[in-house]
T-cell receptor, first 113, second 111 residues
């Protein structure tokens, strides 16, 4: 069965203190790995899609990387507005499921001034 | 270009009542997915639909839950005879292909 495990469950950073969030996955035939940001009471907001090992994508203070077993979301010099839950999801092969996503439980990030 | 629209945002139902959740996908998107998020749990896939077709409902409970995406109008997730355990946030996502965009969700509370 496909598994997505995110760590840590919660992370508290000082403003400007860079860190990384981890997403480990086991899936046969990865079609895509996705990162989303979710604010309290809101729906997930799309951040990145990664398709193959070695791929990297950046957006402002965020950078996502992918290996054959895990993905990292690096946050450089975070600001309080980066506080949110970050969700990782994988898209596995399976023609019936289309592009359905299998999500991890998320990492809750708090950035303090 | 409006995003994925879900309504209502909040829904309170008494045990045994029916809940109807609506989702209008982004313009041009023909794929709709429903997910459920229970407290302290991750998002779980429920059902995948295209216009007038249920493609995969493997994540949906066999009883009391149904979904449709008619030719005209929004996709509907229907929960009959709700129980306390159905209390959760229900999210709809639409996509043109591989990248899914989520609505703001409907928070269902069963009292």
């Amino acid at each position: 069965e496909d598994q997505v495990t995110q760590s840590p469950e919660a992370l508290r950073l000082q403003e400007g203190e860079s860190s990384s969030l981890n997403c480990s996955y086991t899936v046969s035939g990865l079609r895509g790995l996705f990162w989303y940001r979710q604010d309290p009471g809101k729906g997930p907001e799309f951040l990145f899609t990664l398709y193959s090992a070695g791929e990297e994508k950046e957006k402002e203070r965020l950078k996502a990387t992918l290996t054959k077993k895990e993905s990292f979301l690096h946050i450089t010099a975070p600001k309080p507005e980066d506080s949110a839950t970050y969700l990782c999801a994988v898209q596995a092969p399976g023609s019936n499921s289309g592009y359905a996503l299998n999500f991890g439980k998320g990492t809750s990030l708090l950035v303090t001034p | 270009n409006a995003g994925v629209m879900q309504n209502p945002r909040h829904l309170v139902r008494r045990r045994g009542q029916e809940a109807r959740l609506r989702c209008s996908p982004m313009k041009g998107h023909s794929h709709v997915y429903w997910y459920r998020q229970l407290p302290e749990e991750g998002l779980k896939f429920m059902v995948y639909l295209q216009k007038e077709n249920i493609i995969d409902e493997s994540g949906m409970p066999k009883e009391r839950f149904s979904a449709e995406f008619p030719k005209e109008g929004p996709s509907i997730l229907r929960i009959q005879q709700v129980v306390r355990g159905d209390s959760a946030a229900y999210f709809c996502a639409s996509s043109p292909s591989s990248e899914a965009f989520f609505g703001q969700g409907t928070r269902l509370t069963v009292v």
